[in-house]
């Protein structure tokens, strides 16, 4: 696997392989690879004949109170992941290579509605902040494809809207989330959780499989929503919020709405911010 920093080294790398008509695609990553992150690779490798993946700290999607300075660079490790996963090529810039005129001073991308609610309202800018990094990454990149996780559920969403809304000619795929035995989703937060805080933390998991068996037996989402976030509250959580919404734009589904759903939650355990999602059908358990 090649790494490359700058711009110019990546286009002739992509050049190289567009000339010989093989596809790109592309698995953009802030790093401190898992797992999970090497499942999207995997996908990518799937679907495409050659694959690229970025590691970058976007300084852009982190809030004030959200320390990027903290935020750990394993760049060592997680080359040696990629090159095991059967990656072709990473592209590692600085800050200075994505933000020539400083991250303060960029063109930002903002992706209207759709970033207004959930995540985007618990953390104002953040999705400016992904939509224009990977806007950049794909200019750079110029991949067939790209793949993304749905843990991220609403940065998905965000992204598909703004390839559509541009017009860019890149095919978005969404990659199942990975899930430990015990069913929490993989994350690279999840190290930060301690032995006790580990074990509590797939409550996550069960409370939104409980919603969604609930929802196919005809309870309204307003009730579900209410009472689980009642539970994670007495396990020890901090809900940020937990929702059901449509799954095309995040909207509050009408009444009687069962069909095309997704159950999202984000919780503080300790120090440390969990989110997870479950994709409901609408059909009552089996």
Not at 95 to 119: C, D, F, K, N
Not at 125 to 130: A, L, T
Not at 185 to 207: D, T
Not at 224 to 252: C, H, K, N, S, T
Request: with cysteine; aromatic share 6%; proline share 6%.
């Amino acid at each position: 696997m090649q790494t490359v920093h700058d711009a110019g080294a990546l286009r002739a790398v992509v050049r190289g392989w567009r000339a010989a008509g093989q596809t790109v695609g592309f698995v953009p990553t802030m790093g401190n690879l898992h797992a999970g992150h090497f499942s999207l690779v995997r996908l990518a490798r799937a679907r495409a004949d050659r694959v690229v993946a970025s590691v970058f700290v976007n300084p852009t999607q982190f809030g004030p109170s959200e320390d990027f300075s903290r935020y750990p660079r394993t760049l060592v490790q997680d080359q040696a992941g990629l090159a095991e996963h059967d990656c072709d090529l990473l592209f590692a810039p600085d800050v200075a290579t994505m933000y020539p005129y400083g991250a303060e001073h960029t063109v930002r991308l903002s992706v209207p509605q759709i970033t207004e609610t959930l995540e985007g309202a618990h953390r104002p800018g953040h999705f400016d902040g992904v939509a224009t990094i990977v806007c950049k990454l794909f200019n750079l990149v110029q991949p067939d494809l790209a793949v993304f996780g749905q843990k991220d559920f609403q940065q998905l969403k965000v992204i598909e809207r703004m390839v559509r809304d541009l017009a860019l000619p890149v095919k978005v795929i969404a990659a199942p989330t990975q899930r430990a035995a015990d069913g929490l989703a993989l994350s690279s937060r999840n190290q930060y959780l301690s032995e006790a805080e580990r074990a509590l933390a797939p409550r996550i998991h069960q409370v939104l499989v409980q919603m969604r068996d609930m929802l196919g037996k005809g309870h309204a989402p307003k009730v579900l929503e209410q009472a689980a976030a009642g539970q994670l509250e007495r396990a020890g959580f901090v809900p940020d919020y937990v929702a059901i919404r449509r799954v095309d734009d995040l909207a509050e589904p009408e009444a009687g709405e069962r069909a095309g759903l997704v159950g999202l939650v984000a919780a503080r355990l300790g120090s440390t911010r969990l989110i997870d999602n479950l994709l409901f059908d609408g059909t009552a358990p089996t």
